[in-house]
Each structure stands twice: as C-alpha cells, then as structure tokens.
C-alpha cells in the first residue's frame, strides 16, 4: 500500500504561498491529505487566496480534506497533543497535532516543517516524516524541476516568511549530503 502523506498547515501552506502546490500533487498523486484541522488554519480571513488554492485540489480531487471523528484512536491523540501531552511534553498546534493523529492511526506519513514541536512525537510513534525541503529533493530526483527552479521556489517560499532550515535549496541539498555521508560512515 502506498502511504498517505498527511500535511500541517505550515508544510502544505508553503506551496500554497508561491502557487507551486501542484508541484505536491504531481509527486504524490492521490496521497495528499489536508487534515480538518490544518485546513481551517490555512482559513484565516488575511489569506482567503490559499484557501481558494487548497478547494480547488480538493475540488479536482488532487488532495483530500479528513475529519477526526469523535471517540476514534486518532481523535484521542489528537485530543492528548493538543490538551494533555505527556509530562515533560508540550502541547502542539492543531495542525502539526491532527497530522500526527492520522499518520499514526493510518500508517501514513506526517509531511511538517515544525521539527522543534513535532519531533519527540515523530520519535516516539516511530513515524515517517517529510519536509518542504524533502519535497523539492524529490521533485528534483524526478525531474520535475532543476535545482536553480529549487532555489527560485525556495526564494519565493522565504521571501513569504516560510521557516525552510536553510538559506537556499543548494544549501539544503549539501546539508542532506553530509548528512548522508555521515550515516555511511558511521
């Protein structure tokens, strides 16, 4: 089975900004979801155009909008990251909290650029985990961009204030690089 890639506001929010959120649905054809919650953080009156962006991958069925029924496994979690998390631990946003919940209850994939919030829990639930940056090292592999259209995407990304790790693409890719020679290494 081909896992879902559940996305937070912040991570899905970052294509949404630079008008490259098909660039997500061309990697991930039919295993984008936007969880409720992370939905209707991006439905902040100051910013209807990334609202109208994510309705009309949903419209096209490009991603899929997922509710967090009441009284499920992943509403407990949910409902336990966002109110009670575990002493020693903080609480996290709806967002980061839902697409948690539902890579964990669905075997699924938590697509995140929180990694200060979210990382203990991706730790913890032994889950799997993308980044905006892992997103681009993709579409790169798969050609669908060059590193220069990378680093202009990126450009754009943190000219919106989008929190990506790096100054550039380039910058992201040498660091995934080392880090990789590292681990072989090791």
């Given amino acids: 089975m081909i896992d879902s890639l559940f996305f937070d506001s912040d991570c899905i929010s970052a294509f949404l900004w630079v008008n490259e959120q098909n660039l997500v649905t061309q990697l991930y ?16 009156p100051t ?13 096209c069925h490009q991603a ?9 496994e992943a509403y407990e979690l949910y409902f336990k990251l966002t109110n009670f998390p575990d002493e020693g631990r903080m609480i996290i946003g709806p967002g980061e909290a839902a697409s948690i919940a539902l890579a964990k209850t669905r075997n699924g994939i938590v697509a995140s650029n929180n990694l200060r919030d979210i990382m203990w829990y991706i730790a ?3 889950l799997k985990h993308i980044t905006t940056g892992d997103i681009l090292m993709d579409a790169l592999e798969k050609r669908l961009i060059t590193e220069e259209t990378g680093n202009t995407i990126w450009r754009s ?21 080392k880090n990789s020679a590292a681990t072989l290494h090791d």
Wanted: glycine share 8%; aromatic share 8%.
């Fill in 157 to 177: 990304m943190l000219e919106k204030r989008r929190r990506l790790g790096a100054m550039s693409f380039t910058e992201y890719l040498r660091g995934k690089q």
């Fill in 64 to 72: 899929k909008l997922e509710t967090i029924n009441v009284g499920s």
């Fill in 29 to 44: 054809p039919g295993r984008v979801v936007i969880p409720k919650p992370a939905y209707d953080e991006l439905s902040y």
């Fill in 124 to 126: 913890e639930y032994d």
């Fill in 47 to 59: 910013t209807p155009h990334l609202k109208e962006r994510i309705h009309v991958l949903i419209g």
